[in-house]
């Protein structure tokens, strides 16, 4: 199916990069491999913190575990912002958990959809995967920097979705008359507006209780039972919190597990 929604780069710009914003250069492309591939080559490249890169369709984008993900061109957002914190690597595990709170905020201010997060970030209505967001590290010379990358579906129909699990804004408008479908130029400035407004908030303080509450307040993991997929093990319990580095814990039969990174799974009936 053909979209139509342009993505308007000048527009986005003028609202967006400011002498007093975050955001210092933003770029819209027609199609690229990886939005995340780019901006590392140019962090390591030396470009400045604040880039955003935008692409009306990303040939081989990528999840967390190395996940493929990718939709048809002019249907979704794939766009990738580059970080560049002075605040301690320690708080580093912020960064995806605003992201995902930035996204969550936007889509219930544009389209009037419940969405929530599954810790660390994905955004879900229901038991649907709307967004996907992935943070990387990048070792540059001129230090580390970050990378975060995110892929909302707007306008993907049913068919279109690569899985069961997932949803899009149109599917969503298209099954209750309460969510509508913002256009991608109105959705991305909210986000971008959002996240602005958190990170700055993070890099300010080196207590992020007042985030840690905005997130648990969106946060649909906390209080279920959960299966935690790690790199070498997995754990069930249920998700009591978030700890003030952004980690997940998580009461077991064998006492408290604090998670840094993480598959999660919600047991739900459990």
Known sequence: MAHHDPIDGARLARELVRADAVWTDLRVVAETGSTNADLIERARAGADA????????????????????????????SM????????????????????????????????GAPAVLKWPNDVLVGERKLCGILA??????????????????????????????????????????????????ELIVVVLSELQELYRRWESTSDPSSLRWAYLARCDTIGHSVRVVLADREIEGVARSIDSSGRLVVGTSAGREVVSAGDVVHLRGV
Do not use: F, H
């Open 80 to 111: 990738s912002i580059l970080l560049r914190p002075a605040a301690d690597p320690i708080l580093w595990n912020w960064l995806p958990l605003i992201s995902g709170l930035a996204v969550v905020e936007a889509v219930r201010r544009t389209a």
């Open 50 to 77: 604040g880039c955003v890169l935008i692409s009306d369709y990303q040939a081989s984008g990528r999840g967390r575990r190395g996940r493929a993900w990718t939709a048809p061109p002019g249907s979704s957002i």
């Open 136 to 185: 990387e590290r990048v070792d540059t010379e001129q230090g580390p920097a970050c990378v975060i990358g995110m892929g909302i579906n707007v306008g993907l129909t049913a068919a279109e979705l690569p899985v069961l699990a997932a949803t899009s804004l149109a599917v969503l408008a298209a099954e209750s008359g309460a969510a509508k479908v913002p256009t991608r130029n």
